[in-house]
């Protein structure tokens, strides 16, 4: 499945492409982005001070780097309610299949199954 980067992503991308001071080229081909789409996030990131140029070098400022650890924890934060979110979606698929056993629930089975033991050990 194509994972789509939003604008944070995208910025985030960038700004980890140009982390020593880097050429537009570079910071295009890690970030994997066209032309005109590097144009704009460089605009955009220079803009908001997250990157400096200096003799057509793009280097990330102590705001960027505030900027990428934001952003990494965020994305830390977000990957685990997925994970959290995938393991709720399962347990509803159990707890459905259990309420659709043949009519009866699973629990009911259980209950009859040790009901029939204990008139059998009378």
Request: proline residues 0%; contains cysteine; glycine residues 6%.
């Amino acid at each position: 499945m194509a994972k789509h980067r939003d604008r944070i992503g995208i910025i985030a991308d960038v700004l980890k492409a140009a982390d020593t001071g880097t050429r537009k080229t570079r910071i295009m081909r890690t970030a994997n982005l066209s032309y005109g789409l590097l144009r704009k996030y460089l605009d955009e990131a220079v803009g908001l001070g997250y990157l400096r140029l200096s003799q057509e070098l793009y280097q990330v400022t102590e705001d960027g780097e505030l900027f990428l650890k934001k952003h990494n924890e965020y994305t830390n934060r977000y990957s685990k309610v997925g994970k959290e979110m995938e393991n709720m979606k399962m347990e509803k698929e159990t707890l459905t299949k259990l309420c659709k056993n043949n009519g009866k629930s699973e629990f009911e089975s259980s209950a009859n199954k040790n009901q029939r033991v204990q008139t059998r050990a009378r």
